[in-house]
């Protein structure tokens, strides 16, 4: 059983900066994308970044120059750094992630976390 669990979401002023974490645990053999996806009260979900284990990394346009993605092998973990957060910005952010539990295993499967809220008064 695998569980993604996003962390560090929460109130920030316009302009502001929040940091966001999603850790992997359980039964991991390897994993190949990792994404933040983002979901406004009544919109759809968006993709906000992704990263793959090959170093290739791509954001939306909306937080190009604002956001980073980044990732921790060791831990499974990869982070969202959201600096000039916008009230547009808020949403519930989502983690998820492409693994694969053995080494037997063809392909990867896809997992998601809880989200965890974002919110930016203006």
């Known amino acids: 059983q695998v569980q993604l669990v996003e962390s560090g979401g929460g109130l920030v002023q316009a302009g502001g900066s929040l940091r966001l974490s999603c850790a992997a645990s359980?039964?991991?053999?390897?994993?190949?994308?990792m994404h933040w996806y983002r979901q406004a009260p009544g919109k759809q979900r968006e993709m906000v970044a992704f990263?793959?284990?090959?170093?290739?990394?791509n954001y939306a346009d909306s937080v190009k120059g604002r956001f980073t993605i980044s990732r921790d092998n060791a831990k499974n973990t990869v982070y969202l750094q959201m600096n000039s957060l916008q009230p547009e910005d808020a949403a519930v952010y989502y983690c998820?992630?492409?693994?694969?539990?053995?080494?037997?295993?063809?392909?990867?499967?896809?997992?998601w976390g809880q989200g965890t809220q974002v919110t930016v008064s203006s």
């Open positions: 998820y992630a492409q693994i694969k539990s053995f080494e037997r295993d063809r392909s990867y499967r896809g997992y």
């Open positions: 359980g039964s991991i053999f390897s994993i190949n994308g």
């Open positions: 990263t793959f284990s090959g170093g290739i990394t």
